[in-house]
């Protein structure tokens, strides 16, 4: 056990560092430029797909640089390292792994270079969490598939170029994990319609999307078809790390006590109130042991052990920390603690307020606590299935 | 960057489980805890030949010089099964010389830790659930040929098997720790709900001691053993709540109930989960904890509050779910899982319940 560097690492994360301090310039003198340059040089530095293969244009990273490299980042609060997001957390690997040589030339590069947004269209109004019995139909008519159907809470389809969907290709199955074909639609294809759906923060992040009688040629199918199960589990399974996350919640945490130094309760600091300050050590327990906890998982996967369901502990604990940071900063500055981005008296611009209505992106999105409940209990303890 | 164990300690870890398992099973778990001495000297004696009680002993003493990491390895395993033998108060105790004594006290005392020849335990607070030295009332007067000692120690753990007890007192030159031998003082075994770890009084009033055998303490050192304490507990909460989670994920299996394994429900998985959750958050802070001990010295006090702060509700909580979801064959005394509950009881105010370390949490954070 031991949690030093290698030099080699060291001067990965000095590297990395001296790299943020000469590009990364404070928020306010950032210009209207400054974005497509930072993803143009981070692109350059090799550090978008940073531990995808060479052959792809990733840099075959190891995975301690690859914790180094988001941990210096969400420490810098740096713009992403590419634009793609779902596209470089799985729909890349997933058209790297199952992609033919014609898909992986045609969509890996954008997704590298930042030019294409991708959206993943899973949930549909009758399946979100038994996503394996989804029913958005797609029929092979010659050369081509007719899709017809609807997904929805689908997050980012109002901006994004394509889709990564997943159809049923046969309906009569015995297991409804069979029959499922996964394809990559242009989000401009005749017959696809997305309607925006606000949420209750205000936000329009997410969508509803028709699918009429659009035609997706066979040579957008990714993986054979009936193969589009496989495709989602070990497209998921490319889970990320969680350690840029943890670096998030720590400066959250810090954030959380800034506030309750400047806030009073019942007249007194509220950095006295004994409530108020094992609250704030049941959130640092927890974010702690999120971290520890990665970091043993960590060490499995350098020891070259493949993860399983383990990631679905830190899952919950981001979940529920997610709900109740932001619920306790509410409470705690009382009538304060509602006004919205804007109002006189909104504290900290309102960020407390906006994201107390916000969790639900994380919480639900890829998979409920529930659900996550069940992962560990079935496949970590052996519980029989539902 | 390794936050894992090396082969050397996966070794040691199959060998204390398979050992608890051949010659501490809970059959025998029972029996040494209903005995009159709560001790077995033939068990203990196998356990100090397996050079479990050396661990942390430095190597010119007659220990094997590693370090707390590998200690917990045993602490943790030896819990599985409950067993009831005082490791976690020798280890505390040779940390106790290692810390306070001088170099004449560590070459007389260690070797005879290490080989288990001298059974010893250590008592800090005179105060039930309060960590600080105000805590500490007892007293060591300066006499002709040394001192006389005045005061009881009250919740000492493993009191009555030890042959000698570090006990912690206000001395003419501040805080200390007394050596006394188990026969020159009064010892009353206070029988508590967790009977796998005996804990009894000890009075000290009239008590004389050599000078040599008051070893002077200061506030941080006392800081330092509590943060042992609470180390050397802490693993034996990852142990023990893994063997009941055990017992009872392997329950739900088996019990049917309205046609379907218990484990089937929700209602029942979820809490399994639950408890998962909480025992592998809890073991990777406690193994972070072990490792400062040794390696972070700066960040022990933090480390071990996280700790011990988790997992003393946590573990509280496994244990009454784990009885809970037995039903009431969990309730039952010939059963099992009863006695893990009874151990959480145990371990939660020990060195500091979650209240404690989570105000030291945030005193450290800066609030």
């Known amino acids: 056990m031991d949690f030093d560097y290698t030099a080699s690492e060291q001067s990965f994360r000095e590297e990395v560092r001296s790299f943020i301090s000469d590009n990364l310039p404070p928020k306010k003198e950032r210009d209207k430029n400054f974005l497509a340059n930072w993803l143009e040089k981070v692109r350059a530095k090799g550090w978008v797909g940073f531990a995808w293969p060479k052959e792809f244009g990733g840099s075959e990273g190891g995975l301690i640089e690859q914790t180094i490299l988001r941990e210096e980042m969400a420490l810098a609060k740096a713009p992403p390292l590419g634009t793609s997001m779902m596209g470089l957390a799985w729909v890349g690997p997933g058209i790297m792994q199952y992609g033919t040589e014609e898909q992986k030339r045609k969509f890996i590069p954008d997704i590298l270079d930042s030019k294409v947004t991708w959206c993943t269209g899973y949930s549909e109004p009758n399946h979100g969490s038994d996503l394996a019995a989804i029913q958005c139909k797609a029929e092979l008519k010659g050369d081509h598939y007719l899709v017809n159907g609807q997904k929805i809470w689908t997050t980012g389809a109002p901006w994004s170029q394509w889709i990564i969907l997943l159809t049923r290709t046969k309906f009569d199955v015995e297991s409804k994990h069979d029959g499922i074909t996964c394809f990559l639609v242009p989000m401009d294809a005749p017959g696809v319609e997305v309607r925006p759906i606000q949420n209750m923060a205000g936000d329009k992040h997410f969508a509803e999307i028709f699918f009429t009688d659009v035609q997706v040629p066979v040579e957008n199918r990714l993986g054979a078809e009936g193969e589009g199960w496989n495709v989602t589990v070990s497209a998921l399974a490319n889970e990320r790390s969680s350690i840029g996350e943890v670096t998030q919640m720590f400066e959250k945490l810090e954030n959380l006590k800034e506030l309750v130094k400047t806030t009073s309760k019942q007249g007194q600091p509220a950095s006295n109130d004994p409530k108020v300050r094992r609250t704030i050590a049941r959130f640092e327990m927890k974010v702690a042991a999120m971290k520890f906890n990665g970091l043993r998982y960590l060490t499995k996967q350098i020891k070259g052990e493949p993860l399983t369901s383990e990631t679905s502990v830190n899952k919950l604990h981001r979940a529920s920390l997610e709900i109740e940071i932001d619920d306790f900063a509410v409470q705690l500055m009382g009538q304060a603690g509602l006004q919205l981005r804007g109002g006189e008296s909104a504290v900290d611009g309102g960020t407390w307020s906006k994201s107390a209505l916000n969790w639900p992106n994380v919480v639900i999105g890829g998979g409920t606590p529930n659900i996550q409940r069940n992962i560990i209990a079935e496949r970590l303890l052996g519980q029989p299935k539902d | ?367």
């Not at chain 2, 070459?107 to 005179?126: E, F, K, N, V």
């Not at chain 2, 030295?133 to 009555?160: C, M, Q």
């Not at chain 2, 020159?184 to 709900?193: A, D, E, L």
Request: charged residues 20%; aromatic residues 8%.
């Open chain 2, 1 to 367: 960057m390794n936050f894992g164990f090396t082969e050397e300690q996966s070794l040691l870890r199959d060998q204390v489980e398979r050992f608890i398992k051949e010659a501490c099973p809970m059959p025998k778990v029972r029996e040494i805890a209903a005995s009159e001495s709560r001790f077995d000297s033939a068990l203990w004696q196998q356990i100090a030949d397996l050079g479990w009680l050396g661990l942390t002993i430095p190597e010119a003493h007659g220990g094997l010089g590693l370090k707390w990491i590998d200690l917990t390895v045993v602490l943790e395993a030896a819990a599985e099964g409950l067993c009831p033998l005082p490791i976690a108060s020798q280890a505390l105790a040779s940390a106790a010389v290692l810390t306070c004594g001088n170099d004449k006290q560590k070459s007389d005392w260690l070797p005879a830790m290490a080989s288990g020849s001298a059974i010893c335990t250590i008592g800090l607070y005179d105060e039930a659930n309060w960590i600080d030295p105000k805590a500490i009332t007892a007293e060591a007067h300066a006499s002709e040929d040394g001192y006389v000692l005045k005061g009881t120690k009250p919740f000492v753990n493993d009191a009555a098997a030890a042959d000698y007890l570090l006990l912690a007192v206000n001395g003419p030159d501040g805080l200390a720790l007394a050596a006394v031998a188990k026969d020159n003082v009064k010892i009353t075994h206070q029988p508590t709900m967790d009977t796998t770890k005996p804990m009894a009084s000890v009075n000290l009033d009239g008590v004389t001691i050599s000078a040599d055998f008051l070893l002077p303490m200061s506030e941080e050192q006392l800081a330092f053993l509590t943060d042992c304490g609470a180390v050397a507990t802490t693993a034996e909460m990852v142990g023990a709540g893994a063997a009941i989670l055990e017992m009872t994920s392997s329950y739900a299996k088996e019990r049917i109930q309205f046609g379907k394994p218990i484990g089937q429900y929700q209602g029942v998985k979820h809490r399994l989960a639950d408890m998962y959750v909480d025992l592998e958050s809890y073991r990777s802070l406690s193994y972070y904890a072990a490792w400062s001990v040794d390696d972070d010295v700066a960040g022990l006090a933090k480390a071990v509050s996280l700790a011990k702060g988790y997992a003393s509700d946590a573990f509280a909580q496994i244990g009454i779910d784990g009885v809970g979801l037995h039903g009431a064959i969990g309730f039952t005394a010939e059963y099992d899982a009863q006695l893990y509950l009874k151990r959480s009881k145990w371990a939660r105010p020990m060195y500091g319940d979650s209240d404690y370390h989570m105000d030291r949490i945030a005193t450290l954070g800066g609030l």
